[in-house]
């Protein structure tokens, strides 16, 4: 079995061809996952990324030209986005469990690579959140939005800190 995380804030590894190689732990024959093959949840997770997308791009396309619907449709964009990476991170959970069960002798670089992973997702999450009441605020100038220090903690300044975490734990550094 292959366990693939494609980890959605950092860069996968790369071979020199340009296409994803998956990242195998030790001992994974013995792993399986029933509910989604992992090709069914990359799947899955690609057209959420590409609709939430979608739905937030159209909602900015609104407020650019004036429309204040558009607003909700961007805060509903957020939204189905937060409900994608909800579920990423029943996923990770339920390999991190599989993985950690199979295991004979437990395997510290790959318990600790999840340990990063739900680091990571915490600060998305609180970033995602920030985002959502920016949105959910009515008008464009209220004061989630007018403040520079929110916007520089909680936006600016997680997703720094996001991207210097997997510095030293990037998965490719994995043999």
Do not use: C
């Not at 970033?127 to 009441?133: L, T």
């Amino acid at each position: 079995a292959v366990i693939m995380l494609e980890v959605r804030t950092g860069f996968p590894k790369m071979n020199p061809y340009g296409r994803h190689r998956a990242v195998r732990p030790p001992h994974t024959a013995k792993i399986t996952i029933r509910f989604f093959s992992p090709k069914v949840v990359r799947y899955i997770f690609l057209a959420g990324d590409i609709f939430s997308f979608w739905i937030q791009a159209s909602g900015a396309g609104l407020l650019a030209s004036g429309n204040s619907a558009g607003s909700s449709v961007v805060l509903t964009g957020l939204v189905v986005s937060l409900a994608v990476f909800v579920f990423f991170t029943f996923v990770a959970i339920y390999i991190h469990r599989q993985v950690a069960l199979s295991y004979e002798s437990k395997d510290s670089k790959w318990m600790r690579l999840f340990w990063v992973l739900y680091v990571n997702m915490v600060l998305l999450v609180i970033r995602s959140a920030y985002r959502v009441a920016e949105y959910s605020m009515p008008g464009l100038h209220n004061a989630i939005s007018l403040n520079e220090g929110m916007f520089y903690g909680l936006d600016i300044f997680l997703m720094m800190l996001i991207f210097i975490i997997w510095v030293p734990f990037h998965p490719g550094f994995f043999k």
